[in-house]
């Protein structure tokens, strides 16, 4: 299937239903009442799956707020795509109600991704974790010493990463490896400190994922989760480039995000994709990259591509 067949009608602004999404979520009036109910459907039925998120959100809060001035690097200027309306916040990722929701988000779309499963949060979240995991497990040989997740958010992936990671060293008789979470907000860092108690991440770094500052062949595996669909391509191409600069030759890149394939997504509703789409600011551009071929043009090799869920996909790949 060639990328622009894969690409859901919806998310196409060219033609179609795509065209008329786009033409409305353009229109100011609608926007901020599009951006409610985006966010008033995601918490409802949030609650309703036992998600605590708005108790959580204020909890998380308190606990973030005296952490935020040292989870900023003074004098770093996001790019201007980061200052896109994103996720239904007019500040985008640089809000606090961005970080502080962001945990109870991703165990919302955790859930959201098996509907006819009887499935708690925890249960949910642990499925999606071990089938990135058993996608990234053939690639790994011997010990790994260096791991960054890029574009961290809030930590959830850099803390599923380094438990597995730690428990794959266990049991093989290595050291367990140093992790590192990368994110450009300051408030997203702030909020996974307070959630990482335990201490499983080394260091919570504020920076951009295409420009980290990080030693070149200094990796042994990259993480990339749920990122390249909130880029304009510039900015996947330029993350790629970074991503192939830090891992070591025979180094890991493991990529997951939306399944441009996937017969969920083909399918959405208009109204869910009109709600989508006002809220993914990049997502059109998103579907219409042909990730493999840029991973290649990265310098990556034995890219290994499978479905982790019916609506993502992992991609693993080696330097």
């Given at each position: 299937?060639?990328?622009?067949?894969?690409?859901?009608?919806?998310?196409?602004?060219?033609?179609?239903?795509?065209?008329?999404?786009?033409?409305?979520?353009?229109?100011?009036?609608?926007?901020?009442?599009?951006?409610?109910?985006?966010?008033?459907?995601?918490?409802?039925?949030?609650?309703?799956?036992?998600?605590?998120?708005?108790?959580?959100?204020?909890?998380?809060?308190?606990?973030?707020?005296?952490?935020?001035?040292?989870?900023?690097?003074?004098?770093?200027?996001?790019?201007?795509?980061?200052?896109?309306?994103?996720?239904?916040?007019?500040?985008?990722?640089?809000?606090?109600?961005?970080?502080?929701?962001?945990?109870?988000?991703?165990?919302?779309?955790?859930?959201?991704?098996?509907?006819?499963?009887?499935?708690?949060?925890?249960?949910?979240?642990?499925?999606?974790?071990?089938?990135?995991?058993?996608?990234?497990?053939?690639?790994?040989?011997?010990?790994?010493?260096?791991?960054?997740?890029?574009?961290?958010?809030?930590?959830?992936?850099?803390?599923?990463?380094?438990?597995?990671?730690?428990?794959?060293?266990?049991?093989?008789?290595?050291?367990?490896?140093?992790?590192?979470?990368?994110?450009?907000?300051?408030?997203?860092?702030?909020?996974?400190?307070?959630?990482?108690?335990?201490?499983?991440?080394?260091?919570?770094?504020?920076?951009?994922?295409?420009?980290?500052?990080?030693?070149?062949?200094?990796?042994?595996?990259?993480?990339?989760?749920?990122?390249?669909?909130?880029?304009?391509?510039?900015?996947?191409?330029?993350?790629?480039?970074?991503?192939?600069?830090?891992?070591?030759?025979?180094?890991?890149?493991?990529?997951?995000?939306?399944?441009?394939?996937?017969?969920?997504?083909?399918?959405?509703?208009?109204?869910?994709?009109?709600?989508?789409?006002?809220?993914?600011?990049?997502?059109?551009?998103?579907?219409?990259?042909?990730?493999?071929?840029?991973?290649?043009?990265?310098?990556?090799?034995?890219?290994?591509?499978?479905?982790?869920?019916p609506r993502h996909r992992v991609i693993a790949c080696l330097r």
């Amino acid at each position: 299937m060639t990328n622009a067949a894969a690409t859901p009608r919806w998310a196409d602004s060219s033609r179609g239903l795509g065209r008329l999404i786009e033409l409305l979520i353009g229109i100011g009036l609608l926007r901020r009442p599009l951006f409610f109910q985006a966010r008033q459907l995601i918490i409802r039925t949030a609650e309703r799956s036992g998600i605590p998120w708005r108790a959580r959100r204020e909890e998380l809060r308190q606990a973030a707020a005296p952490l935020l001035e040292s989870s900023t690097t003074t004098g770093l200027t996001p790019p201007a795509y980061y200052r896109a309306r994103f996720h239904a916040y007019e500040q985008g990722n640089l809000c606090w109600q961005a970080a502080a929701e962001a945990e109870q988000a991703t165990d919302a779309m955790a859930l959201r991704v098996w509907p006819d499963d009887d499935l708690t949060p925890a249960q949910a979240q642990t499925r999606l974790r071990d089938a990135i995991h058993a996608a990234v497990q053939p690639l790994l040989q011997g010990p790994i010493r260096r791991v960054v997740d890029l574009g961290c958010s809030v930590g959830v992936s850099t803390q599923a990463l380094a438990i597995w990671l730690n428990q794959r060293a266990d049991a093989a008789g290595f050291d367990g490896p140093t992790v590192i979470g990368l994110d450009l907000s300051p408030d997203m860092l702030a909020v996974a400190r307070v959630r990482d108690s335990q201490g499983l991440v080394a260091e919570w770094c504020h920076g951009a994922a295409e420009s980290t500052g990080f030693e070149s062949g200094s990796v042994d595996l990259i993480s990339l989760q749920f990122v390249c669909h909130e880029l304009p391509q510039q900015a996947t191409h330029a993350v790629l480039a970074e991503a192939g600069r830090l891992l070591r030759p025979g180094g890991v890149l493991v990529m997951v995000d939306q399944d441009p394939a996937s017969s969920v997504l083909q399918l959405l509703p208009a109204p869910v994709a009109t709600l989508l789409k006002s809220t993914e600011p990049y997502i059109e551009q998103y579907f219409a990259l042909d990730m493999p071929a840029a991973l290649q043009q990265a310098g990556f090799r034995d890219q290994s591509i499978r479905a982790c869920d019916p609506r993502h996909r992992v991609i693993a790949c080696l330097r």
